[in-house]
């Protein structure tokens, strides 16, 4: 399948056990990582269309197979941006108010957005469930955004994510050039 550009791309998939365990994530990435450096930059130049239903279609074959609650890489790891919205969600699951939640869990960051102020998230236990699963922020919910309209602009926060996601890094791989 050839895109607008001269990056030639395949329709690749994954299968069960191709996703790398969450423990081995790190050293596959820094093995690989001039190389999704390299893939990062030539996806850029795909059709964006193109692009989107390859991605899609990774995204939907990996979360047949894989289930984040073996991981919570992210959970333990990152913060979402937490958004107002996010904030009167979580307070209503935790039967508290908003100025409760803002107060006991979040700190605001430099782009004057809501985040956990250390990880790993509050509300993740010891087995990766969440405590507020159901009323969890926007960001935790569209994570890892593999399935998000126009990926192209995800691409430079795909690569961050590849280092803490095995689904990410193993849909990046995939489509190495």
Do not use: W
């Amino acid at each position: 399948m050839k895109s607008n550009s001269s990056v030639a791309l395949t329709k690749p998939s994954v299968e069960a056990g191709e996703i790398p365990e969450p423990g081995r994530l790190k050293a596959l990435f820094a093995a690989n990582k001039s190389a999704l450096q390299k893939t990062v930059t030539a996806l850029a130049k795909v059709n964006p269309r193109e692009l989107d239903g390859l991605v899609h279609a990774l995204h939907q074959q990996a979360f047949e197979v894989y289930d984040c609650l073996n991981c919570a890489n992210c959970c333990r790891s990152i913060s979402p941006a937490i958004r107002y919205n996010d904030v009167d969600q979580m307070a209503k699951k935790l039967r508290v108010k908003p100025s409760e939640v803002v107060s006991r869990f979040l700190t605001m960051d430099a782009e004057g957005d809501f985040v956990f102020p250390a990880a790993p998230c509050p509300f993740i236990d010891h087995d990766n469930y969440c405590s507020i699963y159901s009323h969890r922020p926007k960001a935790c919910r569209e994570y890892p955004h593999t399935d998000r309209a126009r990926f192209y602009q995800l691409l430079k926060l795909s690569l961050k994510n590849a280092e803490i996601c095995p689904v990410v890094y193993t849909i990046l791989m995939k489509l190495k050039v």
